[in-house]
């Protein structure tokens, strides 16, 4: 059944491993060898910040974080960002890992609520790039691939909660997402 619903496979797991490389040294060459803070995005950058982070090597503190649309309509489009406990960001070198950067609105809402926390530097990483769905004028700092206006499944991506644990980033059948809409 899994054959039906993926139309194409957009990159194979082994390319995704040689761009993770290639980001984690551009990330190191920018950042130098010191500590880094890996804010890592539920739910969908979950896959990208473990194989980044062991691709850095070096002191790494990992922090989750999530972002979310306001689910009581009141004010659509705004984000919601959860930041756990009493974590301190001042001073430190973070790096912000998403998954995809798709309209922007959420990458926005995380870089205005980590510079509030008065960091040292703040880089921001995407694995992947939709620029033709941006709402708002932001990229990342780094950007592993430039990717086309379909719907994307694996390596942390989904649809309804299924294929974050493909390996390779595909593209889903239309029919799939259409049949349920």
Do not use: W
Not at 85 to 90: H, K, L, P, V
Not at 143 to 172: H, I, K, S
Request: proline content about 3%; glycine content about 10%; overall charge negative.
């Amino acid at each position: 059944m899994l054959e039906k619903e993926i139309e194409r496979v957009l990159f194979s797991a082994d390319e995704i491993r040689a761009r993770v490389r290639e980001l984690a040294a551009e990330i190191r060459y920018r950042l130098g060898d010191g500590e880094l803070v890996a804010v890592g995005v539920l739910t969908g950058a979950f896959v990208f910040l473990a194989d980044l982070v062991r691709e850095l090597g070096g002191e790494v503190r990992i922090v989750l974080v999530r972002a979310s649309s306001y689910r009581d309509g009141t004010r659509p489009g705004e984000i919601s960002v959860e930041i756990p406990g009493e974590t301190d960001f001042e001073g430190g070198d973070i790096l912000l890992v998403e998954d995809i950067v798709d309209t922007g609105q959420s990458l926005k809402a995380l870089k205005h609520t980590l510079l509030e926390r008065r960091p040292g530097s703040l880089t921001t990483v995407a694995l992947l790039d939709k620029p033709d769905r941006r709402r708002v004028e932001i990229t990342a700092d780094v950007t592993g691939f430039t990717v086309p206006d379909e719907f994307l499944v694996g390596y942390g991506l989904d649809y309804a909660g299924l294929y974050r644990n493909l390996p390779d980033v595909c593209v889903l059948a239309r029919c799939v997402y259409e049949d349920h809409a």
